[in-house]
């Protein structure tokens, strides 16, 4: 079986962008598709031509529309795994799943967005800092006890006044 024929199935196969988005604001609008995609150019004064440019050129927001487009507007069973990593165009539907009636989406409902985890997260550690803080604590004890002075060491005692 060639490609041709499995892309057949698909609901994205021969459909131009601005088509789709035309289809989700038509029947969503753009207070949906921004709750439920989390794309910022569906948020503030939302037009489709600057959502048309803006999809255009962010593959990966274009990839994510296409995926909201498939399993919520055409309601489609979500991807396996295998599939899922594959662009949304690209995707072969199993001629067995068929477009349903659009999901109902409700304002204000919409599941929050599950943050991705890094190996660069710079978030706060505080473990880790309260590991660092007494590592210089413990170094500046040591340097006080070594001048055997009864004063706490004073790193501006020698600067002129």
Same mark, same amino acid.
């Given at each position: 079986?060639?490609?041709?024929?499995?892309?057949? @199935?698909?609901?994205? *196969?021969?459909?131009?962008?601005?088509?789709?988005? !035309?289809?989700?604001?038509?029947?969503?609008?753009?207070? +949906?598709?921004?709750?439920?995609?989390?794309?910022?150019?569906?948020?503030?004064?939302?037009? +489709?031509?600057?959502?048309?440019?803006?999809?255009?050129?962010?593959?990966?927001?274009?990839?994510?529309?296409?995926?909201?487009?498939?399993? !919520?507007?055409?309601?489609?069973?979500?991807?396996?795994?295998? %599939?899922?990593?594959?662009?949304?165009?690209?995707?072969?539907?199993?001629? *067995?799943?068929?477009?349903?009636?659009?999901? %109902?989406?409700?304002?204000?409902?919409?599941?929050?967005?599950?943050?991705?985890?890094?190996?660069?997260? *710079?978030?706060?550690?505080? @473990?880790?800092? !309260?590991?660092?803080?007494?590592?210089?604590?413990?170094?500046?004890?040591?340097?006080?006890?070594?001048?055997?002075?009864?004063?706490?060491?004073?790193?501006?005692? @020698?600067?002129?006044?």
């Amino acid at each position: 079986m060639s490609t041709d024929n499995e892309q057949l @199935n698909n609901p994205l *196969h021969g459909l131009k962008l601005d088509t789709l988005l !035309n289809e989700l604001v038509s029947h969503y609008g753009f207070e +949906i598709l921004a709750e439920y995609t989390n794309i910022n150019c569906f948020k503030n004064r939302a037009t +489709i031509a600057s959502s048309l440019k803006f999809l255009r050129k962010t593959e990966w927001a274009r990839e994510k529309i296409e995926r909201f487009y498939l399993y !919520n507007y055409k309601n489609l069973p979500k991807a396996d795994d295998t %599939q899922y990593e594959i662009p949304p165009r690209q995707r072969i539907i199993p001629a *067995h799943q068929k477009p349903r009636e659009p999901k %109902q989406l409700i304002l204000g409902q919409a599941p929050t967005p599950k943050t991705k985890r890094t190996n660069n997260n *710079h978030s706060f550690n505080k @473990n880790e800092h !309260n590991k660092n803080h007494k590592k210089v604590d413990t170094k500046q004890r040591q340097i006080s006890t070594d001048y055997h002075t009864d004063k706490p060491f004073d790193p501006w005692s @020698n600067s002129p006044k």
